[in-house]
Protein backbone atom coordinates (compact mmCIF):
# COMPACT_ATOMS: atom_id res chain seq x y z
CA UNK A 1 0.00 0.00 0.00
CA UNK A 2 1.21 3.55 -0.59
CA UNK A 3 2.02 5.85 2.42
CA UNK A 4 -0.71 7.39 4.25
CA UNK A 5 0.83 11.26 4.71
CA UNK A 6 -1.29 13.02 1.73
CA UNK A 7 -3.40 14.87 4.77
CA UNK A 8 0.04 17.30 5.16
CA UNK A 9 0.46 19.89 5.40
CA UNK A 10 -0.51 20.28 9.04
CA UNK A 11 1.25 22.31 11.81
CA UNK A 12 3.87 21.34 13.77
CA UNK A 13 3.44 21.98 17.87
CA UNK A 14 6.52 21.45 20.40
CA UNK A 15 5.04 19.25 23.37
CA UNK A 16 6.40 20.26 26.28
CA UNK A 17 6.56 17.83 29.20
CA UNK A 18 7.76 17.87 33.03
CA UNK A 19 8.36 15.75 35.69
CA UNK A 20 10.75 15.48 38.35
CA UNK A 21 14.52 17.81 37.32
CA UNK A 22 13.47 16.53 33.40
CA UNK A 23 12.17 19.53 31.29
CA UNK A 24 11.48 18.51 27.50
CA UNK A 25 9.93 19.71 24.55
CA UNK A 26 9.33 17.74 21.22
CA UNK A 27 7.56 18.32 17.83
CA UNK A 28 4.35 16.80 17.06
CA UNK A 29 2.69 16.99 13.59
CA UNK A 30 -0.29 15.18 14.77
CA UNK A 31 -2.02 16.94 16.77
CA UNK A 32 -5.47 18.83 16.99
CA UNK A 33 -8.44 20.59 18.67
CA UNK A 34 -11.02 17.65 18.56
CA UNK A 35 -13.88 19.42 21.32
CA UNK A 36 -14.97 23.12 21.95
CA UNK A 37 -16.72 23.03 25.28
CA UNK A 38 -15.16 21.71 27.28
CA UNK A 39 -11.48 22.26 25.24
CA UNK A 40 -10.26 19.20 24.35
CA UNK A 41 -6.62 19.29 22.52
CA UNK A 42 -5.12 15.57 21.50
CA UNK A 43 -1.83 14.69 20.75
CA UNK A 44 -0.74 11.26 19.14
CA UNK A 45 2.43 10.41 20.75
CA UNK A 46 5.24 7.31 20.42
CA UNK A 47 5.57 4.94 23.16
CA UNK A 48 9.32 5.61 22.44
CA UNK A 49 9.60 8.93 22.93
CA UNK A 50 11.08 10.54 26.06
CA UNK A 51 8.16 12.91 25.88
CA UNK A 52 5.46 10.44 26.07
CA UNK A 53 7.17 8.63 29.55
CA UNK A 54 7.30 12.27 31.28
CA UNK A 55 4.00 12.82 30.51
CA UNK A 56 2.57 9.72 31.75
CA UNK A 57 4.10 10.33 34.75
CA UNK A 58 2.98 14.09 35.34
CA UNK A 59 -0.32 14.16 33.84
CA UNK A 60 0.09 17.11 32.26
CA UNK A 61 1.63 18.62 29.07
CA UNK A 62 1.89 21.93 27.05
CA UNK A 63 1.29 22.25 23.08
CA UNK A 64 3.38 25.58 21.70
CA UNK A 65 3.05 27.03 18.36
CA UNK A 66 5.92 28.90 16.77
CA UNK A 67 6.61 31.10 13.90
CA UNK A 68 8.45 29.90 10.81
CA UNK A 69 11.68 31.59 11.79
CA UNK A 70 12.22 29.46 14.53
CA UNK A 71 12.49 26.35 12.12
CA UNK A 72 15.54 24.67 12.72
CA UNK A 73 15.21 24.97 16.23
CA UNK A 74 12.13 22.81 15.58
CA UNK A 75 14.09 20.57 13.28
CA UNK A 76 17.01 20.33 16.12
CA UNK A 77 13.97 19.43 18.54
CA UNK A 78 13.13 16.57 16.87
CA UNK A 79 16.28 15.41 16.21
CA UNK A 80 17.59 13.37 19.34
CA UNK A 81 15.61 12.01 22.26
CA UNK A 82 15.20 14.11 25.49
CA UNK A 83 16.25 10.95 27.59
CA UNK A 84 20.13 11.49 27.70
CA UNK A 85 20.40 15.21 26.91
CA UNK A 86 18.98 18.59 27.76
CA UNK A 87 17.40 19.93 24.47
CA UNK A 88 16.21 23.12 26.31
CA UNK A 89 20.08 24.00 27.26
CA UNK A 90 21.19 22.83 24.23
CA UNK A 91 19.24 25.12 21.94
CA UNK A 92 19.20 28.20 24.23
CA UNK A 93 15.34 27.62 24.38
CA UNK A 94 13.75 30.29 27.00
CA UNK A 95 10.66 29.09 29.25
CA UNK A 96 8.19 31.71 30.75
CA UNK A 97 6.45 30.86 33.62
CA UNK A 98 3.47 28.43 33.22
CA UNK A 99 -0.11 29.64 34.99
CA UNK A 100 -1.86 26.59 36.26
CA UNK A 101 -0.18 23.68 35.50
CA UNK A 102 3.62 22.59 35.45
CA UNK A 103 4.77 22.78 32.33
CA UNK A 104 7.45 24.49 29.95
CA UNK A 105 6.10 27.43 28.22
CA UNK A 106 7.90 28.83 25.52
CA UNK A 107 8.76 32.61 25.48
CA UNK A 108 8.91 32.73 21.77
CA UNK A 109 5.71 30.71 21.07
CA UNK A 110 2.75 32.77 19.00
CA UNK A 111 0.66 30.59 21.62
CA UNK A 112 0.75 27.43 24.39
CA UNK A 113 -1.94 25.33 25.71
CA UNK A 114 -1.44 24.17 29.08
CA UNK A 115 -2.93 20.69 28.91
CA UNK A 116 -3.48 18.20 31.89
CA UNK A 117 -4.56 14.38 30.92
CA UNK A 118 -7.84 13.41 30.89
CA UNK A 119 -7.34 9.83 28.61
CA UNK A 120 -4.50 8.15 27.24
CA UNK A 121 -6.04 5.87 24.25
CA UNK A 122 -3.72 3.52 22.33
CA UNK A 123 -3.89 4.09 18.42
CA UNK A 124 -1.47 1.73 16.67
CA UNK A 125 2.26 2.56 17.32
CA UNK A 126 1.15 5.77 19.11
CA UNK A 127 -0.87 6.84 22.02
CA UNK A 128 -3.25 9.43 21.52
CA UNK A 129 -2.95 11.89 24.65
CA UNK A 130 -6.26 13.75 25.46
CA UNK A 131 -5.66 16.92 27.27
CA UNK A 132 -8.18 19.12 29.02
CA UNK A 133 -6.86 22.95 28.22
CA UNK A 134 -6.51 24.53 30.85
CA UNK A 135 -4.88 27.75 30.22
CA UNK A 136 -3.86 29.51 26.52
CA UNK A 137 -0.92 31.92 26.05
CA UNK A 138 -1.38 34.09 23.38
CA UNK A 139 0.98 36.88 21.92
CA UNK A 140 0.29 40.06 20.81
CA UNK A 141 0.96 39.31 17.74
CA UNK A 142 -2.16 37.22 16.64
CA UNK A 143 -5.56 39.29 17.58
CA UNK A 144 -5.53 37.60 20.84
CA UNK A 145 -8.93 36.63 21.65
CA UNK A 146 -10.20 35.50 18.52
CA UNK A 147 -8.66 32.32 17.93
CA UNK A 148 -7.22 32.86 14.83
CA UNK A 149 -3.63 33.33 14.01
CA UNK A 150 -2.80 36.97 12.05
CA UNK A 151 -0.55 35.57 9.10
CA UNK A 152 0.95 38.58 8.47
CA UNK A 153 3.01 39.12 11.57
CA UNK A 154 2.89 35.55 12.68
CA UNK A 155 3.65 32.50 10.04
CA UNK A 156 2.98 28.82 11.15
CA UNK A 157 5.21 25.68 10.50
CA UNK A 158 3.40 23.85 8.48
CA UNK A 159 4.62 20.15 7.89
CA UNK A 160 4.54 18.86 4.51
CA UNK A 161 6.01 15.50 4.87
CA UNK A 162 9.60 13.96 3.95
CA UNK A 163 11.31 16.58 5.84
CA UNK A 164 10.22 19.34 4.08
CA UNK A 165 8.17 22.15 5.44
CA UNK A 166 6.10 25.18 4.43
CA UNK A 167 4.08 28.12 5.90
CA UNK A 168 0.74 30.21 4.56
CA UNK A 169 1.42 33.02 2.17
CA UNK A 170 -1.58 35.92 3.22
CA UNK A 171 -2.50 36.88 0.06
CA UNK A 172 -3.56 33.14 -0.44
CA UNK A 173 -6.29 33.66 2.55
CA UNK A 174 -9.95 33.38 1.16
CA UNK A 175 -13.00 34.40 3.90
CA UNK A 176 -16.14 32.71 2.66
CA UNK A 177 -19.00 33.34 5.12
CA UNK A 178 -21.61 30.44 5.37
CA UNK A 179 -25.52 30.69 5.05
CA UNK A 180 -26.67 28.76 7.73
CA UNK A 181 -30.52 27.49 6.53
C1 LIG B 1 8.13 17.67 12.03
C2 LIG B 1 8.13 16.52 13.00
C3 LIG B 1 6.93 16.02 13.45
C4 LIG B 1 6.89 14.96 14.37
N1 LIG B 1 5.68 14.50 14.81
C5 LIG B 1 5.64 13.52 15.76
C6 LIG B 1 4.39 13.10 16.31
O1 LIG B 1 3.33 13.61 15.97
N2 LIG B 1 4.41 12.12 17.25
C7 LIG B 1 5.57 11.51 17.67
O2 LIG B 1 5.54 10.61 18.53
N3 LIG B 1 6.77 11.91 17.16
C8 LIG B 1 6.85 12.90 16.24
N4 LIG B 1 8.04 13.34 15.76
C9 LIG B 1 9.29 12.70 16.24
C10 LIG B 1 9.77 13.28 17.58
O3 LIG B 1 9.63 14.68 17.64
C11 LIG B 1 11.27 12.91 17.77
O4 LIG B 1 11.42 11.52 17.75
C12 LIG B 1 11.84 13.51 19.02
O5 LIG B 1 13.25 13.48 18.94
C13 LIG B 1 11.39 12.79 20.29
O6 LIG B 1 11.98 13.44 21.39
P1 LIG B 1 11.92 12.91 22.87
O7 LIG B 1 12.44 11.48 22.88
O8 LIG B 1 12.84 13.86 23.61
O9 LIG B 1 10.51 13.00 23.34
C14 LIG B 1 8.11 14.39 14.84
C15 LIG B 1 9.33 14.92 14.40
C16 LIG B 1 9.33 15.98 13.50
C17 LIG B 1 10.66 16.55 13.05
Known sequence: MAEFYQFYPNVVALIGSRHGDKTNLMPAVWQTG???DPMIYVVSVSPKRFTHQLIKSS???SANFIDFKYLRTLVT?????GRDRNKIKETGIELKPSKQLDVPVMKS???A???SVQDIVSAGDHDLFIG?????????DIQPGSGTINCNTVKPILYLGND???TLDPGSIVTIKR???
Open 34 to 36: VSK
Open 77 to 81: LGSFS
Open 113 to 115: FEC
Open 179 to 181: SRT
Open 164 to 166: MYV
Open 109 to 111: AYA
Open 59 to 61: GVF
Open 132 to 140: KIVFIHESA
